[in-house]
Nanobody, 117 residues
Framework: VQLQASGGGLVQAGESLRLSCAASGSIFSINVMGWYRQAPGKERELVASITSGGSINYAESVLGRFTISRDNAKNTVTVYLQMNSLKPEDTAVYFC??????????WGQGTEVTVSS
């Protein structure tokens, strides 16, 4: 599975960004897609995830502000993270993540999100 992420940037507090991550290759094996983030000096943490069945999980810190969605096309699967009402504490490098039905894990390249106050 290959992952290509995009959509990061610099915004002011209260603004929005949408991250995208397109998965290609053995997409039939994908079970869970998600977004993690890692702020400077902190551990990587789960932001949101969505299963192939549509079950969604959010970190408490982003509930009500972030929305994860998934679009299944013929040869690609894309996961989106709509981030609204961004806060400076959302500043981090965001990574998309895929877990397959065989429990393999793949990571996309990070995309940087910076929220200024």
């Amino acid at each position: 599975v290959q992952l290509q992420a995009s959509g990061g940037g610099l915004v002011q507090a209260g603004e929005s960004l949408r991250l995208s991550c397109a998965a290609s290759g053995s997409i039939f094996s994908i079970n869970v897609m998600g977004w993690y983030r890692q702020a400077p000096g902190k551990e990587r943490e789960l932001v949101a995830s969505i299963t192939s069945g549509g079950s969604i999980n959010y970190a408490e810190s982003v509930l009500g502000r972030f929305t994860i969605s998934r679009d299944n096309a013929k040869n690609t699967v894309t996961v989106y993270l709509q981030m609204n009402s961004l806060k400076p504490e959302d500043t981090a490098v965001y990574f998309c993540n895929v877990r397959t039905v065989l429990h393999d894990v793949y990571w996309g390249q990070g995309t940087e999100v910076t929220v200024s106050s």
